[in-house]
């Protein structure tokens, strides 16, 4: 099946509720475990309606189901910051992540012709220091403590520039 990107439009809030009904999703996410559906729709409500102009989110799509999204956060003309997250715990490890970082980072660079996308990665998320790896982000350093998974812990930072994504995208 195929992986797109889209974006977020009426509607999708409700993807974001069922996800937010999955603790384990919520924890590796970053999510409060346990919020109310009415919550999660009005967050995800703004989201869709787009106002913040540092942040991009986008629905991945998955044989034509959203089942996740990725972000440019903290935005310019120069650069943003990287995210992603699967609602669909299924689809963990199958490569959908891989594809749908490729497909922002295609749009990241080429579209909106950013010369640096940065993320951060919590030490112990090593799936998600794995996906930074496939997608020809570098190690940078060390970040600041973090929650994840309800306990305090240090973060990686790792970049991609415009040039070497040139030498890895097709």
Request: aromatic share 8%; glycine share 14%.
């Amino acid at each position: 099946m195929t992986v797109t990107l889209r974006s977020l439009r009426p509607g999708d809030e409700e993807a974001a509720v069922r996800w937010a009904a999955d603790p384990e999703f919520c924890r590796a996410a970053g999510w409060t475990v346990g919020l109310a559906g009415r919550v999660v729709r009005r967050h995800w409500q703004g989201i869709i309606a787009g106002t913040a102009p540092d942040f991009r989110r986008l629905g991945v799509e998955y044989g034509g189901r959203l089942v996740g999204y990725v972000d440019l956060a903290g935005l310019s003309v120069v650069s943003g910051e990287f995210g992603i997250a699967l609602g669909e715990r299924a689809l963990w490890g199958r490569g959908v992540g891989t594809r749908a970082g490729r497909l922002l980072l295609a749009h990241a660079f080429d579209d909106l012709g950013l010369h640096t996308v940065t993320a951060e990665v919590h030490r112990p998320n090593l799936p998600s220091h794995a996906l930074m790896r496939r997608l020809g982000f570098r190690e940078v350093g060390e970040g600041g403590p973090d929650e994840y998974r309800g306990e305090r812990v240090p973060t990686v930072w790792y970049a991609l520039g415009r040039e070497d994504w040139a030498k890895l995208s097709p």
